[in-house]
């Protein structure tokens, strides 16, 4: 059975190729039969994608032009963040926008509120802030909260939270979302190649791979020979080559740093259900 992921890669040379017949039947085939791959490798894209922003950038969110459909649970892992780099007054009135949001029948203007509204509000908050919606607070805390910042040295009955750390906003180093293009090796194959590429002292994250694995060539595809090997590889940087034998488990592979030649660096991988053993080859794929 053809995997999905090969399946997948027809897509780009369909498109490139100008075959529109042959890319809308992939793309339904895909839809109709492979509906649980493609939501699995694209939804971990996605999440990876999502996870990074919030470790990263959490201000982004807020600032998002649908900040007020996020979820209650989200909402609150971000509250709960010290370094979310925005003044406390717009956090406070994003959150504001958000419970106004969340809660149903409020006048658009606040003179017209009623009390009944602040503690629909209020029960939509659950704790939150600030004027003109100190009505929405416990009176015991707001008179707090305004002693607090105006003699921060009395002691007061209620826990406010110190200020978040401000630092100097910085956008995240854009980072790709990692995809499995092959069908030989698994992702955490590909965490310890990315690692031994870099040298680095532990294996990486798989959501972590600082690298996209571009799919070149693929012998179930297109077949494979020394001259096609080349024509691909060739001038091309960072590359890794992958082979599985036939009737083995046994995995060789080599990776070249620069443009292709005969300084391959290689490695070979056997792997079991349990481990991964790794030994070093002076020959390389390219003179092979």
Not at 162 to 169: L, V
């Amino acid at each position: 059975m053809v995997e999905p992921s090969t399946i997948f890669d027809l897509l780009v040379p369909s498109n490139k190729l100008g075959l529109e017949g042959s890319a809308e039947y992939i793309q339904s085939y895909l839809i109709d039969s492979k509906a649980s791959w493609l939501r699995l490798k694209f939804t971990q894209a996605l999440q990876a994608f999502c996870t990074d922003i919030l470790e990263n950038n959490p201000s982004l969110v807020f600032n998002s032009d649908d900040f007020t459909f996020i979820q209650e649970n989200a909402l609150s892992t971000l509250l709960n963040r010290d370094d979310l780099q925005m003044e406390e007054s717009e956090i406070w009135y994003k959150v504001i926008q958000w419970g106004k949001a969340k809660t149903p029948d409020l006048p658009f203007d606040l003179k017209q509120w009623t009390e009944k509204n602040f503690l629909d509000l209020k029960t939509t908050l659950d704790k939150l802030k600030v004027k003109p919606y100190q009505q929405i607070l416990e009176s015991n805390l707001w008179n707090n909260i305004t002693t607090k910042n105006m003699a921060p040295n009395i002691l007061i009955s209620s826990i406010i939270l110190s200020a978040r750390k401000k630092i100097p906003a910085q956008l995240p180093v854009r980072k790709v979302y990692f995809i499995n293009p092959s069908s030989i090796i698994s992702d955490e194959h590909f965490t310890e190649i990315s690692s031994w590429t870099d040298h680095h002292s532990s294996i990486y994250n798989v959501t972590k791979i600082p690298y996209k694995f571009n799919l070149l060539l693929r012998r179930s595809r297109v077949g494979f020979t020394r001259e096609l090997f080349h024509r691909l590889y060739n001038n091309i940087p960072r590359t890794v080559a992958i082979i599985k034998f036939n009737g083995t488990n046994e995995i060789l592979g080599g990776y070249n740093p620069l443009h292709n030649d005969d300084s391959y660096y290689e490695k070979r991988l056997r792997s079991d259900d349990t481990n991964l053993l790794i030994d070093e080859f002076e020959d390389s794929i390219a003179s092979s």
